[in-house]
Protein backbone atom coordinates (compact mmCIF):
# COMPACT_ATOMS: atom_id res chain seq x y z
CA UNK A 1 0.00 0.00 0.00
CA UNK A 2 1.43 3.35 -0.98
CA UNK A 3 -0.88 4.97 1.67
CA UNK A 4 -1.19 8.13 -0.42
CA UNK A 5 -5.26 9.20 -0.46
CA UNK A 6 -6.72 11.10 -3.92
CA UNK A 7 -8.39 14.31 -2.98
CA UNK A 8 -10.85 14.91 -5.99
CA UNK A 9 -12.29 18.60 -7.13
CA UNK A 10 -14.90 18.91 -10.04
CA UNK A 11 -15.85 21.50 -12.41
CA UNK A 12 -18.89 20.37 -14.07
CA UNK A 13 -20.25 22.92 -16.89
CA UNK A 14 -24.17 22.22 -17.48
CA UNK A 15 -25.96 23.79 -20.40
CA UNK A 16 -28.97 25.41 -19.99
CA UNK A 17 -32.50 24.41 -21.65
CA UNK A 18 -33.61 27.78 -22.30
CA UNK A 19 -35.14 28.70 -25.60
CA UNK A 20 -32.63 30.95 -26.64
CA UNK A 21 -29.05 31.53 -26.20
CA UNK A 22 -27.33 33.75 -23.51
CA UNK A 23 -26.96 37.16 -25.12
CA UNK A 24 -28.53 37.01 -28.44
CA UNK A 25 -32.20 35.38 -29.50
CA UNK A 26 -30.69 32.40 -31.61
CA UNK A 27 -32.40 28.75 -30.94
CA UNK A 28 -30.76 27.08 -28.01
CA UNK A 29 -31.21 23.76 -29.64
CA UNK A 30 -28.84 20.10 -30.09
CA UNK A 31 -28.51 18.71 -33.40
CA UNK A 32 -29.17 21.22 -35.92
CA UNK A 33 -27.29 21.58 -39.29
CA UNK A 34 -24.07 23.00 -38.31
CA UNK A 35 -23.92 27.11 -38.21
CA UNK A 36 -27.84 27.41 -38.84
CA UNK A 37 -28.37 28.77 -35.43
CA UNK A 38 -25.87 31.91 -35.33
CA UNK A 39 -26.34 35.71 -35.83
CA UNK A 40 -23.75 38.65 -35.78
CA UNK A 41 -23.48 38.30 -31.92
CA UNK A 42 -22.74 35.57 -31.28
CA UNK A 43 -20.65 34.56 -34.24
CA UNK A 44 -18.32 37.52 -32.77
CA UNK A 45 -18.83 40.14 -35.57
CA UNK A 46 -17.28 43.33 -34.32
CA UNK A 47 -19.70 46.30 -33.17
CA UNK A 48 -22.51 43.90 -32.01
CA UNK A 49 -23.91 44.02 -28.19
CA UNK A 50 -25.50 41.22 -26.00
CA UNK A 51 -28.31 41.26 -24.39
CA UNK A 52 -29.09 39.11 -21.60
CA UNK A 53 -31.21 36.31 -21.32
CA UNK A 54 -33.67 36.84 -17.99
CA UNK A 55 -34.65 32.49 -18.52
CA UNK A 56 -30.80 32.20 -17.83
CA UNK A 57 -30.23 34.26 -14.70
CA UNK A 58 -33.74 32.65 -13.23
CA UNK A 59 -32.39 28.79 -14.44
CA UNK A 60 -29.18 29.49 -12.81
CA UNK A 61 -30.72 30.88 -9.65
CA UNK A 62 -33.18 27.87 -9.59
CA UNK A 63 -30.58 25.52 -9.76
CA UNK A 64 -28.63 27.45 -7.25
CA UNK A 65 -31.38 27.17 -4.36
CA UNK A 66 -31.96 23.65 -5.10
CA UNK A 67 -28.95 23.24 -3.56
CA UNK A 68 -28.71 25.31 -0.96
CA UNK A 69 -26.35 28.12 -2.35
CA UNK A 70 -26.66 31.63 -0.99
CA UNK A 71 -27.92 33.64 -4.11
CA UNK A 72 -26.14 36.83 -4.83
CA UNK A 73 -28.34 39.78 -4.74
CA UNK A 74 -25.60 41.72 -7.29
CA UNK A 75 -23.42 40.10 -9.56
CA UNK A 76 -21.54 41.11 -12.26
CA UNK A 77 -20.12 39.90 -15.89
CA UNK A 78 -16.12 39.59 -16.95
CA UNK A 79 -14.43 38.65 -19.57
CA UNK A 80 -12.17 35.72 -19.48
CA UNK A 81 -9.32 36.04 -22.75
CA UNK A 82 -8.45 32.92 -24.98
CA UNK A 83 -8.05 32.79 -28.45
CA UNK A 84 -9.11 29.27 -29.90
CA UNK A 85 -11.06 28.58 -33.09
CA UNK A 86 -14.25 27.72 -31.26
CA UNK A 87 -14.23 30.89 -29.52
CA UNK A 88 -15.05 33.79 -32.28
CA UNK A 89 -15.25 37.04 -30.16
CA UNK A 90 -11.53 35.44 -29.00
CA UNK A 91 -12.80 35.70 -25.26
CA UNK A 92 -15.73 34.26 -23.20
CA UNK A 93 -18.44 36.38 -21.15
CA UNK A 94 -17.97 34.66 -18.00
CA UNK A 95 -18.52 35.70 -14.21
CA UNK A 96 -15.19 36.02 -12.24
CA UNK A 97 -15.44 37.40 -8.83
CA UNK A 98 -19.35 37.80 -8.34
CA UNK A 99 -21.27 34.62 -9.51
CA UNK A 100 -24.70 34.25 -9.39
CA UNK A 101 -24.32 31.96 -6.57
CA UNK A 102 -21.98 30.88 -3.55
CA UNK A 103 -21.62 28.45 -1.51
CA UNK A 104 -24.32 25.08 -1.43
CA UNK A 105 -23.83 21.49 -1.24
CA UNK A 106 -25.02 18.36 -2.63
CA UNK A 107 -25.72 14.70 -0.39
CA UNK A 108 -24.24 11.12 -1.60
CA UNK A 109 -24.89 7.67 -0.36
CA UNK A 110 -21.69 5.80 -1.41
CA UNK A 111 -20.96 2.18 -0.04
CA UNK A 112 -24.13 2.67 2.33
CA UNK A 113 -22.56 5.79 3.73
CA UNK A 114 -23.90 9.14 3.59
CA UNK A 115 -21.47 12.16 2.35
CA UNK A 116 -21.98 15.97 1.76
CA UNK A 117 -19.44 17.23 -1.19
CA UNK A 118 -20.06 21.47 -0.81
CA UNK A 119 -19.65 23.57 -3.49
CA UNK A 120 -17.72 26.51 -4.10
CA UNK A 121 -19.71 28.39 -6.78
CA UNK A 122 -21.90 28.46 -9.87
CA UNK A 123 -21.43 31.33 -11.95
CA UNK A 124 -23.43 31.83 -15.47
CA UNK A 125 -21.54 31.98 -18.58
CA UNK A 126 -21.52 31.25 -22.19
CA UNK A 127 -20.80 27.90 -24.29
CA UNK A 128 -18.22 27.68 -27.02
CA UNK A 129 -18.63 26.05 -30.56
CA UNK A 130 -17.70 22.74 -31.17
CA UNK A 131 -14.71 21.88 -33.35
CA UNK A 132 -15.78 18.58 -35.65
CA UNK A 133 -12.45 16.58 -36.49
CA UNK A 134 -12.78 14.94 -40.39
CA UNK A 135 -10.77 13.47 -42.93
CA UNK A 136 -11.11 17.00 -45.33
CA UNK A 137 -9.42 19.15 -41.76
CA UNK A 138 -11.20 20.33 -38.77
CA UNK A 139 -14.69 22.33 -39.06
CA UNK A 140 -16.38 24.26 -37.07
CA UNK A 141 -20.38 24.93 -36.05
CA UNK A 142 -21.14 27.77 -33.89
CA UNK A 143 -24.06 26.16 -33.01
CA UNK A 144 -23.37 26.06 -29.35
CA UNK A 145 -21.32 29.60 -29.30
CA UNK A 146 -23.94 31.45 -26.67
CA UNK A 147 -25.29 28.71 -25.41
CA UNK A 148 -25.73 29.53 -21.26
CA UNK A 149 -23.53 27.53 -19.23
CA UNK A 150 -23.76 26.77 -15.68
CA UNK A 151 -20.00 26.33 -14.37
CA UNK A 152 -20.58 24.25 -10.71
CA UNK A 153 -17.05 24.42 -8.70
CA UNK A 154 -17.11 22.42 -6.25
CA UNK A 155 -14.90 22.02 -2.86
CA UNK A 156 -12.32 19.51 -2.98
CA UNK A 157 -14.47 16.85 -0.90
CA UNK A 158 -14.39 13.87 -3.27
CA UNK A 159 -11.66 10.94 -2.20
CA UNK A 160 -12.71 8.28 -5.32
CA UNK A 161 -13.93 7.73 -8.39
CA UNK A 162 -17.23 6.43 -6.94
CA UNK A 163 -17.79 9.13 -4.95
CA UNK A 164 -17.05 11.75 -8.08
CA UNK A 165 -19.74 9.80 -9.91
CA UNK A 166 -22.21 9.44 -7.32
CA UNK A 167 -22.02 13.44 -7.06
CA UNK A 168 -22.49 13.67 -10.82
CA UNK A 169 -25.16 11.47 -10.95
CA UNK A 170 -26.95 13.44 -7.59
CA UNK A 171 -26.28 16.97 -8.94
CA UNK A 172 -27.57 15.84 -12.50
CA UNK A 173 -30.58 14.70 -10.94
CA UNK A 174 -31.10 17.34 -9.21
CA UNK A 175 -30.50 20.11 -12.44
CA UNK A 176 -33.10 17.68 -14.46
CA UNK A 177 -35.95 17.73 -11.06
CA UNK A 178 -35.60 21.84 -10.96
CA UNK A 179 -36.06 21.90 -14.70
CA UNK A 180 -33.26 23.99 -15.59
CA UNK A 181 -30.97 21.10 -17.51
CA UNK A 182 -31.34 17.88 -19.26
CA UNK A 183 -28.12 16.74 -18.34
CA UNK A 184 -27.79 14.91 -21.16
CA UNK A 185 -23.80 13.34 -21.24
CA UNK A 186 -24.42 12.21 -24.95
CA UNK A 187 -25.14 15.45 -26.04
CA UNK A 188 -22.38 17.18 -24.19
CA UNK A 189 -24.92 19.10 -22.52
CA UNK A 190 -23.26 17.83 -19.00
CA UNK A 191 -19.25 17.77 -19.04
CA UNK A 192 -16.43 17.65 -16.15
CA UNK A 193 -13.15 18.78 -15.29
CA UNK A 194 -11.23 16.50 -12.74
CA UNK A 195 -8.79 18.19 -10.20
CA UNK A 196 -7.09 15.11 -8.59
CA UNK A 197 -3.86 15.47 -6.32
CA UNK A 198 -2.86 12.93 -3.81
CA UNK A 199 -1.30 12.90 -0.15
CA UNK A 200 -0.65 11.48 2.81
CA UNK A 201 -2.82 11.42 5.98
CA UNK A 202 -2.24 14.45 7.76
CA UNK A 203 -0.27 16.13 5.27
CA UNK A 204 -0.81 19.25 3.08
CA UNK A 205 -2.62 18.18 -0.64
CA UNK A 206 -0.48 17.81 -3.25
CA UNK A 207 0.18 19.14 -6.82
CA UNK A 208 -3.40 18.74 -8.95
CA UNK A 209 -3.63 18.00 -12.23
CA UNK A 210 -6.92 18.87 -14.38
CA UNK A 211 -8.48 16.65 -16.47
CA UNK A 212 -10.46 18.61 -19.01
CA UNK A 213 -14.35 17.92 -21.13
CA UNK A 214 -15.26 14.78 -19.43
CA UNK A 215 -18.25 13.79 -21.28
CA UNK A 216 -19.60 10.65 -19.86
CA UNK A 217 -19.82 8.98 -15.97
CA UNK A 218 -17.86 6.42 -17.57
CA UNK A 219 -15.42 8.59 -18.88
CA UNK A 220 -15.21 10.43 -15.25
CA UNK A 221 -14.79 7.01 -13.36
CA UNK A 222 -12.05 6.06 -15.85
CA UNK A 223 -10.17 8.88 -16.21
CA UNK A 224 -9.93 9.23 -12.42
CA UNK A 225 -8.93 5.76 -12.00
CA UNK A 226 -6.06 6.45 -14.33
CA UNK A 227 -4.64 9.53 -12.96
CA UNK A 228 -5.08 7.80 -9.47
CA UNK A 229 -2.42 5.26 -10.90
CA UNK A 230 0.14 7.72 -12.74
CA UNK A 231 0.47 9.92 -9.94
CA UNK A 232 0.95 7.21 -7.46
CA UNK A 233 3.68 6.03 -9.65
CA UNK A 234 5.87 9.00 -10.09
CA UNK A 235 5.46 9.44 -6.22
CA UNK A 236 6.36 6.15 -5.49
CA UNK A 237 9.04 6.35 -7.77
CA UNK A 238 10.26 9.69 -5.74
CA UNK A 239 9.08 12.05 -8.67
CA UNK A 240 7.29 15.02 -8.40
CA UNK A 241 3.34 15.79 -10.13
CA UNK A 242 3.60 18.54 -12.28
CA UNK A 243 0.52 20.94 -11.90
CA UNK A 244 -0.47 20.47 -15.67
CA UNK A 245 -3.82 20.48 -17.88
CA UNK A 246 -4.68 16.84 -18.95
CA UNK A 247 -7.04 15.14 -21.89
CA UNK A 248 -8.37 11.45 -21.56
CA UNK A 249 -8.13 9.67 -24.29
CA UNK A 250 -11.49 7.35 -24.11
CA UNK A 251 -10.15 5.03 -26.54
CA UNK A 252 -6.95 3.88 -25.10
CA UNK A 253 -8.28 4.80 -21.47
CA UNK A 254 -5.33 6.33 -21.09
CA UNK A 255 -4.74 10.36 -20.00
CA UNK A 256 -1.72 12.69 -21.42
CA UNK A 257 -0.24 16.15 -20.43
CA UNK A 258 -1.92 18.77 -23.20
CA UNK A 259 -0.23 21.99 -21.19
CA UNK A 260 0.74 23.42 -18.54
CA UNK A 261 -1.50 24.55 -15.93
CA UNK A 262 -3.15 28.32 -17.03
CA UNK A 263 -3.64 30.32 -14.14
CA UNK A 264 -6.53 33.30 -13.70
CA UNK A 265 -4.24 36.13 -14.41
CA UNK A 266 -3.40 34.01 -17.93
CA UNK A 267 -6.62 35.20 -18.92
CA UNK A 268 -6.66 38.06 -18.46
CA UNK A 269 -10.06 39.03 -16.89
CA UNK A 270 -11.97 42.19 -16.75
CA UNK A 271 -14.96 43.67 -16.34
CA UNK A 272 -17.52 43.04 -19.60
CA UNK A 273 -18.10 46.83 -20.46
CA UNK A 274 -21.44 45.69 -22.44
CA UNK A 275 -23.11 43.94 -20.03
CA UNK A 276 -25.08 46.08 -16.78
CA UNK A 277 -24.25 43.92 -13.43
CA UNK A 278 -27.31 41.27 -12.99
CA UNK A 279 -29.57 42.62 -9.72
CA UNK A 280 -31.86 40.64 -7.91
CA UNK A 281 -34.47 41.72 -5.22
CA UNK A 282 -35.43 39.92 -2.69
CA UNK A 283 -38.56 38.96 -4.55
CA UNK A 284 -37.33 38.03 -7.38
CA UNK A 285 -35.47 35.41 -5.37
CA UNK A 286 -38.33 34.40 -3.42
CA UNK A 287 -40.41 34.45 -6.89
CA UNK A 288 -37.91 31.60 -8.58
CA UNK A 289 -37.15 29.54 -5.11
CA UNK A 290 -41.06 29.09 -5.12
CA UNK A 291 -41.02 27.74 -8.92
CA UNK A 292 -38.48 25.36 -7.77
CA UNK A 293 -40.49 21.48 -8.09
CA UNK A 294 -40.14 18.93 -5.98
CA UNK A 295 -36.67 17.12 -6.22
CA UNK A 296 -36.41 13.74 -6.79
CA UNK A 297 -34.88 13.07 -2.85
CA UNK A 298 -38.65 14.76 -2.12
CA UNK A 299 -40.38 12.70 -3.95
CA UNK A 300 -38.43 9.34 -2.64
CA UNK A 301 -39.34 10.40 1.09
CA UNK A 302 -42.86 10.60 -0.25
CA UNK A 303 -42.89 7.44 -2.40
CA UNK A 304 -42.02 5.80 0.74
CA UNK A 305 -43.11 7.02 3.87
CA UNK A 306 -46.39 8.11 2.11
CA UNK A 307 -47.31 5.96 -0.19
CA UNK A 308 -45.63 3.06 1.29
CA UNK A 309 -43.52 1.98 -1.66
CA UNK A 310 -40.78 -0.25 -1.55
CA UNK A 311 -36.73 1.95 -1.64
CA UNK A 312 -36.41 0.14 -4.86
CA UNK A 313 -39.44 1.57 -6.94
CA UNK A 314 -39.16 5.05 -5.09
CA UNK A 315 -35.55 4.98 -7.04
CA UNK A 316 -37.03 3.77 -9.78
CA UNK A 317 -39.52 5.72 -10.02
CA UNK A 318 -37.33 9.18 -10.08
CA UNK A 319 -34.71 8.03 -12.50
CA UNK A 320 -36.41 10.66 -14.64
CA UNK A 321 -38.90 13.86 -14.07
CA UNK A 322 -40.84 12.78 -17.07
CA UNK A 323 -41.89 9.28 -15.16
CA UNK A 324 -42.10 10.77 -11.56
CA UNK A 325 -44.58 12.97 -13.81
CA UNK A 326 -46.49 10.29 -14.78
CA UNK A 327 -46.51 8.64 -11.54
CA UNK A 328 -47.61 11.22 -9.77
CA UNK A 329 -50.09 12.14 -12.43
CA UNK A 330 -51.59 8.62 -12.03
CA UNK A 331 -51.64 8.25 -8.44
CA UNK A 332 -53.53 11.90 -8.46
CA UNK A 333 -56.07 10.42 -10.98
CA UNK A 334 -57.16 7.99 -8.57
CA UNK A 335 -54.96 5.07 -9.25
CA UNK A 336 -53.05 2.71 -6.70
CA UNK A 337 -49.70 3.75 -6.19
CA UNK A 338 -48.25 0.12 -6.18
CA UNK A 339 -50.11 -1.01 -9.01
CA UNK A 340 -48.98 1.97 -11.29
CA UNK A 341 -45.75 1.77 -9.99
CA UNK A 342 -45.55 -1.86 -11.11
CA UNK A 343 -46.96 -1.02 -14.59
CA UNK A 344 -44.58 2.26 -14.88
CA UNK A 345 -41.42 0.50 -14.18
CA UNK A 346 -42.67 -2.38 -16.72
CA UNK A 347 -44.67 -1.40 -19.52
CA UNK A 348 -43.67 2.45 -19.70
CA UNK A 349 -39.94 1.59 -19.00
CA UNK A 350 -39.63 -0.19 -21.46
CA UNK A 351 -41.70 1.29 -24.23
CA UNK A 352 -40.26 4.59 -23.24
CA UNK A 353 -36.79 3.82 -23.36
CA UNK A 354 -35.05 5.19 -26.25
CA UNK A 355 -32.22 3.29 -27.97
CA UNK A 356 -28.93 4.77 -27.50
CA UNK A 357 -30.10 7.93 -25.31
CA UNK A 358 -29.77 8.58 -21.73
CA UNK A 359 -33.15 9.72 -21.38
CA UNK A 360 -36.74 8.01 -21.30
CA UNK A 361 -39.93 9.15 -23.29
CA UNK A 362 -43.00 9.04 -21.54
CA UNK A 363 -45.85 9.01 -24.25
CA UNK A 364 -49.04 9.48 -21.83
CA UNK A 365 -50.58 11.34 -19.08
CA UNK A 366 -51.42 10.69 -15.56
CA UNK A 367 -54.73 10.36 -16.11
CA UNK A 368 -54.67 8.02 -19.19
CA UNK A 369 -52.76 5.67 -17.08
CA UNK A 370 -54.87 5.64 -13.91
CA UNK A 371 -57.39 4.72 -16.75
CA UNK A 372 -56.06 2.35 -18.33
CA UNK A 373 -55.14 0.63 -15.03
CA UNK A 374 -59.15 1.00 -14.12
CA UNK A 375 -60.11 -1.26 -17.07
CA UNK A 376 -57.66 -3.57 -16.07
CA UNK A 377 -58.78 -3.75 -12.57
CA UNK A 378 -62.16 -3.78 -13.58
CA UNK A 379 -61.61 -7.11 -15.81
CA UNK A 380 -62.67 -4.97 -19.05
CA UNK A 381 -59.07 -5.77 -20.57
CA UNK A 382 -56.29 -7.96 -19.09
CA UNK A 383 -52.85 -7.08 -18.87
CA UNK A 384 -51.71 -8.35 -22.14
CA UNK A 385 -54.07 -6.41 -24.24
CA UNK A 386 -52.84 -3.48 -22.29
CA UNK A 387 -50.09 -3.43 -24.03
CA UNK A 388 -51.98 -3.09 -27.58
CA UNK A 389 -53.51 0.22 -26.28
CA UNK A 390 -50.72 1.91 -24.85
CA UNK A 391 -49.38 1.48 -28.01
CA UNK A 392 -52.24 3.20 -29.62
CA UNK A 393 -52.29 6.19 -27.13
CA UNK A 394 -48.86 6.74 -26.59
CA UNK A 395 -47.93 10.17 -27.76
CA UNK A 396 -51.98 11.12 -28.33
CA UNK A 397 -54.58 12.57 -25.89
CA UNK A 398 -57.26 9.54 -26.80
CA UNK A 399 -58.85 8.28 -24.12
CA UNK A 400 -58.16 4.29 -23.19
CA UNK A 401 -61.65 3.40 -23.12
CA UNK A 402 -62.20 4.72 -26.85
CA UNK A 403 -59.11 2.71 -27.86
CA UNK A 404 -60.14 -0.21 -26.41
CA UNK A 405 -63.43 -0.30 -28.11
CA UNK A 406 -60.90 0.94 -31.46
CA UNK A 407 -59.12 -1.73 -30.88
CA UNK A 408 -62.02 -3.98 -30.57
CA UNK A 409 -60.24 -5.57 -27.06
CA UNK A 410 -63.23 -5.29 -24.70
CA UNK A 411 -62.81 -8.51 -22.28
CA UNK A 412 -66.09 -11.18 -22.16
CA UNK A 413 -67.05 -11.17 -18.75
CA UNK A 414 -69.87 -12.53 -19.54
CA UNK A 415 -70.08 -16.08 -17.93
CA UNK A 416 -73.13 -17.85 -19.84
CA UNK A 417 -71.47 -17.09 -22.89
CA UNK A 418 -68.24 -18.12 -22.00
CA UNK A 419 -69.83 -21.31 -20.46
CA UNK A 420 -71.35 -22.10 -23.76
CA UNK A 421 -68.05 -21.49 -25.32
CA UNK A 422 -66.01 -24.02 -23.01
CA UNK A 423 -68.71 -26.73 -23.46
CA UNK A 424 -68.33 -27.01 -27.19
CA UNK A 425 -64.61 -26.48 -26.83
CA UNK A 426 -64.59 -29.45 -24.61
CA UNK A 427 -67.19 -31.84 -26.62
CA UNK A 428 -64.77 -31.16 -29.64
CA UNK A 429 -61.78 -32.42 -27.70
CA UNK A 430 -62.74 -35.30 -26.10
CA UNK A 431 -59.23 -37.21 -25.54
CA UNK A 432 -57.96 -34.25 -23.56
CA UNK A 433 -61.17 -34.20 -21.73
CA UNK A 434 -60.49 -37.06 -21.03
CA UNK A 435 -56.89 -36.96 -19.61
CA UNK A 436 -58.23 -34.43 -16.98
CA UNK A 437 -60.29 -37.13 -15.27
CA UNK A 438 -57.88 -38.81 -15.45
CA UNK A 439 -56.19 -36.40 -12.87
CA UNK A 440 -54.32 -34.66 -15.26
CA UNK A 441 -54.20 -31.48 -14.17
CA UNK A 442 -51.84 -29.98 -16.98
CA UNK A 443 -54.31 -30.07 -20.00
CA UNK A 444 -56.35 -27.45 -17.83
CA UNK A 445 -54.40 -24.69 -19.57
CA UNK A 446 -54.89 -26.68 -22.96
CA UNK A 447 -58.40 -25.75 -22.99
CA UNK A 448 -58.17 -22.19 -21.77
CA UNK A 449 -55.80 -21.63 -24.70
CA UNK A 450 -57.87 -23.18 -27.25
CA UNK A 451 -60.90 -20.57 -25.53
CA UNK A 452 -58.51 -17.73 -25.74
CA UNK A 453 -57.46 -18.67 -29.68
CA UNK A 454 -61.26 -18.66 -29.90
CA UNK A 455 -62.26 -15.11 -28.97
CA UNK A 456 -59.03 -13.74 -29.63
CA UNK A 457 -57.71 -13.33 -26.33
CA UNK A 458 -60.60 -11.43 -25.34
CA UNK A 459 -62.21 -14.20 -22.72
CA UNK A 460 -61.45 -12.76 -18.97
CA UNK A 461 -58.51 -15.24 -17.59
CA UNK A 462 -59.89 -15.79 -14.79
CA UNK A 463 -63.39 -16.77 -15.82
CA UNK A 464 -62.26 -19.28 -18.26
CA UNK A 465 -59.90 -20.79 -15.59
CA UNK A 466 -62.83 -21.39 -13.39
CA UNK A 467 -65.25 -22.79 -16.07
CA UNK A 468 -62.90 -25.16 -17.62
CA UNK A 469 -62.43 -26.46 -14.75
CA UNK A 470 -66.67 -26.95 -13.90
CA UNK A 471 -67.25 -28.09 -17.10
CA UNK A 472 -64.55 -31.00 -16.78
CA UNK A 473 -65.71 -31.61 -13.03
CA UNK A 474 -68.90 -32.51 -14.53
ZN1 LIG B 1 -26.87 34.39 -32.05
Known amino acids: MSGYVPTIGLEVHCELKTETKLFCSCRNKFGSEPNTNTCPVCAGHPGVLPVLNRKAVEYTVRAGCAIGCKISRYSKWDRKNYFYPDLPKAWQTSQYDLPLCTGGEVKITVGGEEKTVRLNRIHLEEDAGKLVHGAGGTAVDYNRCGVPLMECVTEPDMHSADEAVAFLEEL ?92 AQDYRYFPEPDLMPVVLSDDDVGRIRASLPELARDRRKRYTERLGLPAYDAEQLTCDPAVAELFDGAVNAGANAKKAANYVMSEIMRKGKTAGEDGIIVGISGTQLAELLALVDKGEINLVSSRDVLDRIWLTDETPSAAVDALGLRQNNDEGEIEKLVRDIVAANPGPADDFRKGNEKVLSFFVGQLMKATKGKTNPKIAGELVRKVLSE
Request: glycine share 10%; with cysteine.
Open 172 to 263: ASVFRFAGVSDCRMQEGSIRADVNLSMSRPGEPLGTRTETKNLNSFRSVRRAIEAEIRRQTEVLESGGKVVQETRRFDDATGEGYGMRGKED
